[in-house]
C-alpha cells in the first residue's frame, strides 16, 4: 500500500472545504511543508498557538490542521524572532507541515456551523446565509444517433455531466433533422444540392459555466458536422446548501432556561462559560447557529423566525437592539467552543479517506486555545 502524502491529504481537505468557499479577506491552505512528503500523524486544532504547536510536535505529527489562520493579515516577515514566525520555524524544524481550513469550513456542506449543529442535537434545515449553487450550462446538442454516444463521452471527458455525487449525466431523445447543403458545403451526410433528413439525438448535459470553452471545443472535435446544431442555456441558481450558519430544529421544544443548559453540557468547558438572554420560559424548537462570531446575522436570523441563536462575540448593542426589536433569544458562548466541534468533523473527514492506512492517526488537541483563562463575581 502507498504511503499517504502531504498532497493526498490536502486534496481530500479541499475537496471537503473547497478554497473557493473562503471570504475575500481570508488565508487558507497549505501554509509550510512539503506536498510530497508522507503523512501518518494528524493533530487537529482551532487554534495554532504556541501550546498546539508543542503538542503536535511531541505527538510526531507530520500534519497539524487548524481552524484559524496563523497569518491573516498582511505579513512582511517570518523571521524566528517574532511570534507567529517562530512557529513556522518550529514546525519546519520538526517536520511538520501546517494547513489552514478556516472560512472555507465555515461555508462548507457539512461545515463548522453543522458541527456545532449535530453537538447541540439539531436536524440541520439549511444555512442562515446560503451561497447561490453553481453557475450552470445546459448544453443541448444534435447529433446523428449513431455518433451520440461518441459526442456525449467527449462531453463528460470535457467536464460535463455531473450532478451533485453523480457523474456521466445527460437526457437523451430522437428526432429527425434536415438539412439542404449549398454551394461550398462538405456534408458529412447527403449531397450538395439535395434536402436529406437524417435521424438524430438529441443530447442534453449540464456543465459548470467556467469550462464552457472546453466542452465546445470537445464537442466540436468529436461531432461529425462541419455545422454543428446546438445551444446553450444559462441556468437559473438557487440558495444552496452552502453557506455561514444553519438553521435547524431540536427533537423536541425546551425553554430558554433547560436549552442553555443543553448548549453548556454539550460544548467544552470554558473561563467565559454560556450566557443567554431572552425569556428564560420561552420555549425554543428552532434555533440557528453560527460557530464564530456570528453578530452579523442577527438580522438574518431574525428575518428566519427562529425561536433562538446560538453563536459566540455577541456584542452589548446589537444584541440590545436585536431584543428590543423583538429579535429571537440570543446564547452567547466562547468563539473557540463554538468552533471546536468541527475538529471530529475533520478527523472524521480524514479518517473516512485514509483510515484504512497503516499507522495512520488522527488526533483532536486537547489544548484548550479559548484566551480567556480567569473569570470573577462579586464575592
Known amino acids: 500500500m502507498n504511503p499517504v502524502r502531504l498532497a493526498d491529504v490536502i486534496a481530500t481537505l479541499d475537496a471537503a472545504y473547497p478554497p473557493a468557499l473562503a471570504e475575500s479577506w481570508d488565508s487558507v491552505g497549505l501554509v509550510c511543508g512539503d506536498p510530497d512528503d508522507t503523512v501518518a500523524t494528524v493533530t487537529i486544532a482551532v487554534d495554532p498557538t504556541a501550546a498546539v504547536v508543542d503538542e503536535a510536535i511531541d505527538a510526531g505529527a507530520d500534519?497539524?490542521?487548524?481552524?484559524?489562520?496563523?497569518?491573516?493579515?498582511?505579513?512582511?516577515t517570518v523571521g524566528a524572532h517574532t511570534p507567529k514566525g517562530a512557529l513556522v520555524h518550529k514546525l519546519i524544524k520538526a517536520g511538520c507541515a501546517l494547513f489552514t481550513a478556516h472560512t472555507n469550513a465555515d461555508s462548507a456542506d457539512p461545515g463548522v456551523s453543522d458541527a456545532l449543529a449535530e453537538a447541540l442535537g439539531l436536524t440541520v434545515t439549511g444555512p442562515i446565509d446560503p451561497h447561490p449553487t453553481e453557475n450552470l450550462d445546459k448544453w443541448v446538442v444534435l447529433v446523428p444517433a449513431g455518433d451520440a454516444d461518441t459526442v456525449r463521452r467527449a462531453l463528460f471527458d470535457a467536464g460535463a455531466g455531473h450532478i451533485g455525487n453523480y457523474r456521466d449525466c445527460s437526457w437523451s431523445v430522437t428526432g429527425q433533422g434536415q438539412f439542404l447543403p449549398t454551394d461550398g458545403a462538405n456534408p458529412t451526410l447527403g449531397a450538395v444540392g439535395a434536402l436529406e433528413r437524417v435521424e438524430e439525438s438529441r443530447v442534453e448535459v449540464?456543465?459548470?459555466?467556467?469550462?464552457?470553452?472546453?466542452?465546445?471545443?470537445?464537442?466540436?472535435?468529436?461531432?461529425?458536422?462541419e455545422e454543428v446544431a446546438f445551444d446553450v442555456f444559462e441556468m437559473a441558481?438557487?440558495?444552496?446548501?452552502?453557506?455561514?450558519?444553519?438553521v435547524g430544529e431540536l427533537p423536541e421544544p425546551l425553554s430558554l432556561r433547560d436549552f442553555t443548559d443543553r448548549v453548556a453540557d454539550?460544548?467544552?468547558?470554558?473561563?467565559?462559560?454560556?450566557?443567554?438572554?431572552g425569556d428564560p420560559e420561552a420555549m425554543i424548537r428552532t434555533v440557528a447557529v453560527c460557530g464564530g462570531s456570528g453578530d452579523s446575522y442577527l438580522d438574518a436570523v431574525s428575518r428566519l423566525g427562529v425561536d433562538a441563536y446560538v453563536t459566540a462575540d455577541l456584542r452589548h448593542h446589537p444584541a440590545d437592539e436585536h431584543l428590543r426589536a423583538g429579535g429571537p433569544a440570543l446564547i452567547d458562548v466562547a468563539h473557540w467552543a463554538s468552533e471546536q466541534p468541527w475538529c471530529d468533523q475533520a478527523k472524521g473527514v480524514l479518517d473516512t479517506a485514509f483510515g484504512h492506512t497503516p499507522d495512520w492517526q488522527?488526533?483532536?488537541?486537547?489544548?484548550?486555545?479559548?484566551?480567556w483563562s480567569v473569570s470573577a463575581s462579586p464575592s
Do not use: C, E, K
Not at 206 to 225: C, D, E, K, T
Not at 237 to 246: D, E, H, I, M
Not at 362 to 371: F, L, N
Open 362 to 371: 488522527v488526533r483532536v488537541s486537547a489544548v484548550r486555545t479559548d484566551p
Open 266 to 277: 454539550a460544548l467544552p468547558a470554558t473561563t467565559w462559560g454560556v450566557r443567554a438572554a
Open 206 to 225: 449540464i456543465a459548470p459555466r467556467g469550462i464552457r470553452q472546453n466542452v465546445l471545443a470537445a464537442m466540436r472535435a468529436a461531432h461529425p458536422y
Open 63 to 76: 500534519l497539524l490542521l487548524v481552524h484559524h489562520p496563523l497569518l491573516l493579515r498582511g505579513v512582511d
Open 237 to 246: 441558481t438557487f440558495p444552496g446548501p452552502r453557506g455561514l450558519g444553519r
